[in-house]
């Protein structure tokens, strides 16, 4: 319906995807840029015997980066004399019931927002949660918890789950935050999941302790979809991600919805959903009507030639609530559209812009599928489909912060903080200030070098970046020694 999706701005990263990107130290080099160890050690107690958890991750997230679909398509492949490991030692930890996930995934989602948060060049745009699911084809109907799910595009079902995603949008860049993975049980009694008896019986099964990380994602599978959004929405509040507009399509815009985004207290949020709901009556001039008959009683519609649409608007309440209407079409003969925003101040163009942002959730599906594999996992455990799913989304985050230095951030900004960092992270602190003040004596002296310039210079030489990078580390080792 929309006519402004600018997918060229949006759909960056697959614009942006480069072979240079494939390098070898690109996988080492984005992690060391999350402190990826530091997130490690937060799970590290569920691998306590063999190869650490850290270690398994760092291959793991490198597969699409050598051209590996599967574990073992990576194991016989350009690693294979590298990695003495076998497929069972990554199947394993995908198989874990004993591993929070969903806090893997947040934590570099949160340590993405701390990064790009500190720079001081920033643009500071609307920051926005969206709301989406989309289709996760599947050929096996022995999966655990698979289904026959409805295509709402190809308006037919076919096997497999729906992934409900909650991602975020920072005013420059996209990322995930959260999601579910949701089965449908179907109208047919007789064939509960739109499988028969048998194949519902020889459906892979695990037992999961009862309130264990794998049980809760388990019970997720037969939520409803939008009472998992707002718990979504709800953890990421307390969490402290600070948001202006809930984005949402029409089918999780709902009264419960609303609801919950009007009950922040800590930060003002505001929802723009489309609305489909044709017997839902609103107050509007002291009289009861659907949002059908108030649009027909707003008089003769406007033209908004920037957009292209047609539009008129009302105030109305709705449950106590006050909250605006939009309704929107294309051309004089177009299908009428309708918008319920919460931000009563809003005109119908701001609304508009802000609500096309929904689109990157739709660009961030059609790239995590495309170039980074999303639903491929072949396994039977759930626990694997929801461990596969977080690896990937953890895969688009490291490429968008690669995609945001390098096209966005200033370089100054990145090597002053990647300076902060070393200093908060190493034993040598005192070795490090030393360091950096003689930087600032020799730029001083020289005057015609700017400090952070030379710095830039040195990590970007490689024997330069060597040297010093065996200096910090010897030092360690000889207090560790003393």
């Known amino acids: 319906m929309l006519q402004c999706k600018d997918i060229n701005k949006i759909s960056e990263l697959k614009n942006g995807f480069t072979h240079r990107w494939l390098e070898p130290d690109f996988i080492s080099s984005s992690l060391k840029c999350f402190t990826f160890s530091n997130l490690c050690s937060a799970v590290s107690q569920v691998k306590e015997k063999g190869y650490s958890f850290e270690w398994i991750m760092t291959i793991l997230l490198s597969m699409p980066f050598i051209d590996a679909t599967t574990v073992h398509s990576m194991l016989n492949g350009c690693v294979k004399h590298q990695v003495e490991a076998g497929k069972d030692t990554f199947y394993r930890l995908k198989n874990n019931p004993g591993i929070c996930w969903r806090m893997v995934l947040w934590l570099f989602a949160a340590k993405f927002k701390d990064l790009t948060g500190k720079r001081l060049d920033q643009d500071t745009g609307l920051k926005c949660m969206i709301f989406d699911d989309t289709l996760i084809v599947k050929t096996g109907k022995y999966i655990e918890k698979i289904s026959w799910v409805w295509d709402h595009v190809a308006h037919k079902a076919v096997l497999g789950f729906k992934l409900l995603l909650m991602g975020y949008w920072d005013g420059k860049s996209f990322i995930p935050l959260d999601f579910s993975l949701h089965r449908e049980l179907g109208q047919n009694?007789?064939?509960?999941?739109?499988?028969?008896?048998?194949?519902?019986?020889k459906q892979y099964k695990k037992h999961r302790t009862k309130g264990s990380f794998s049980d809760e994602r388990a019970e997720e599978a037969d939520m409803s979809k939008i009472d998992s959004a707002i718990k979504m929405f709800k953890r990421a509040i307390s969490q402290g991600f600070m948001v202006d507009?809930?984005?949402?399509?029409?089918w999780?815009?709902?009264?419960?919805f609303i609801n919950a985004v009007l009950a922040v207290k800590k930060q003002t949020v505001h929802l723009i959903g489309m609305y489909k709901f044709v017997k839902t009556k609103f107050l509007y001039k002291e009289m009861m009507y659907t949002f059908s008959q108030i649009r027909n009683m707003t008089g003769k519609a406007k033209r908004c030639r920037k957009l292209g649409l047609y539009y008129t608007e009302a105030i109305v309440e709705f449950k106590g609530k006050t909250i605006k209407l939009f309704f929107s079409k294309q051309g004089k003969n177009g299908k009428w559209k309708t918008f319920v925003?919460?931000?009563t101040k809003l005109s119908f163009i701001q609304m508009i812009?802000?609500?096309?942002?929904?689109?990157?959730?739709?660009?961030?599906?059609k790239e995590s599928k495309q170039l980074l594999g999303l639903g491929k996992c072949q396994s039977n455990d759930f626990d694997a489909q929801i461990a596969d799913a977080t690896i990937t989304m953890i895969q688009h985050i490291l490429l968008t912060m690669r995609y945001r230095i390098e096209n966005y951030e200033s370089m100054p900004g990145m090597f002053s903080e990647i300076k902060e960092a070393t200093v908060q992270q190493r034993l040598n602190q005192r070795l490090w200030g030393l360091f950096v003040e003689l930087m600032q004596i020799i730029t001083n002296i020289l005057g015609e070098i700017d400090e952070q310039e030379l710095l830039e210079r040195i990590f970007q030489n490689d024997q330069a970046r060597e040297l010093i990078a065996r200096l910090l580390n010897d030092t360690d080792q000889n207090k560790i020694a003393a």
């Open 353 to 365: 812009e802000i609500y096309q942002t929904r689109w990157t959730i739709e660009v961030f599906f």
């Open 189 to 201: 009694k007789g064939k509960p999941f739109g499988l028969k008896k048998k194949e519902l019986k």
């Open 245 to 250: 507009y809930v984005l949402m399509d029409s």
């Open 341 to 343: 925003c919460t931000n």
């Open 252 to 256: 999780f815009t709902c009264d419960d």
